[in-house]
């Protein structure tokens, strides 16, 4: 329905889980995909499945918590084509209360879920202006706007990815530079399954339904879901959205009382 043709996007965490689903979306719209991933032999393979299938992507390994990387490598892809599309999606969990959190985990969520949008951001804007606009699209989570118990330092990331939305979208209005974010609930995907298997080893099944239960609308949502709403973000018909923040939480927030 919506289209990204002839557009060239940069998806980071983009194969797998919400990532892969995004960069799945992107390419069946028509853009060339980048994909901006530390695990380098998934990447690849994300980008021949799409390349198979008569799409366009390419796969970059990196770690977006590494300026000099990001930078460099944002830098040559810009050489080859204008960028238009930003997602910032690469992001990493972590379970514990203030007390409980130790600091090299704290450090580790600090470095890749906030420091590593900032460096995606910093590498991409200036060619963002040169070019005359652009689109940012950031992964941030209910976890931002409630907070997640048990998850002190991934919702203090979380609240982070939202308020540098709003810096953005802010600083850029007038640049044509769009910068929105949205907020998940559960979704299932490898992140959701790691963390079932490491917390619950043998009852992971169990607690997949009781984790279901906890959304008021009683499933975890699907990666297409929030695929198909980051490609309405990103593309033209979007064009009157900037600085907000888009729940994708089946009632999570407002219906969860
Ligand atoms: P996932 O683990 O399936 O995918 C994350 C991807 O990011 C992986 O491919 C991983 O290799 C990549 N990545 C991790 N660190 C990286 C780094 N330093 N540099 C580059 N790539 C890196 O996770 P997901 O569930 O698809 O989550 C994607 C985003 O959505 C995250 O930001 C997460 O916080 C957010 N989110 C997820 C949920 C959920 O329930 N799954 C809910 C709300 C928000």
New binding site residues.
């Given amino acids: 329905m919506f289209s990204l043709k002839n557009k060239t996007a940069l998806v980071?965490?983009g194969?797998?889980?919400?990532?892969l689903a995004i960069s799945q979306a992107f390419a069946q719209a028509g853009a060339t995909v980048h994909i901006?991933?530390?695990?380098a032999e998934?990447a690849q393979q994300v980008a021949d499945d799409i390349n198979a299938t008569g799409g366009q992507a390419e796969a970059h390994p990196?770690?977006?918590?590494d300026q000099a990387q990001v930078v460099a490598l944002i830098g040559q892809i810009a050489a080859q084509s204008p960028i238009h599309i930003l997602v910032n999606?690469?992001?990493?969990?972590h379970v514990g209360k203030a007390d409980t959190t130790e600091e090299a985990d704290f450090d580790r969520i600090f470095r890749?879920?906030i420091k590593?949008v900032y460096n995606c951001l910093y590498a991409t804007i200036p060619h963002f202006k040169a070019n005359g606009g652009g689109v940012i699209l950031n992964?941030?989570?209910?976890?931002a706007s409630v907070g997640i118990p048990d998850r002190f330092a991934?919702s203090m990331s979380?609240g982070a990815v939202l308020t540098m939305t709003l810096s953005v979208a802010k600083d850029y209005l007038k640049e044509n530079i769009r910068c929105n974010c949205i907020?998940?609930?559960?979704?299932h995907?490898?992140?959701?399954d790691?963390f079932l298997a490491k917390s619950y080893p043998g009852q992971e099944a169990e607690m997949f339904e009781k984790l279901s239960k906890t959304q008021p609308i009683g499933r975890?949502a699907e990666?297409k879901e929030v695929g198909a709403l980051a490609l309405y973000l990103c593309s033209d018909e979007a064009g009157f959205t900037t600085g907000c923040d888009y729940p994708l939480d089946g009632g999570f927030i407002r219906l969860n009382n």
């Fill in positions: 980071t965490g194969a797998s889980g919400i990532g901006l991933e530390i695990n998934l990196i770690d977006v918590s999606n690469a992001g990493v969990a890749i879920n590593g992964m941030a989570s209910v976890a991934y979380k907020s998940p609930a559960r979704v995907t490898p992140f959701v790691g975890m990666p």
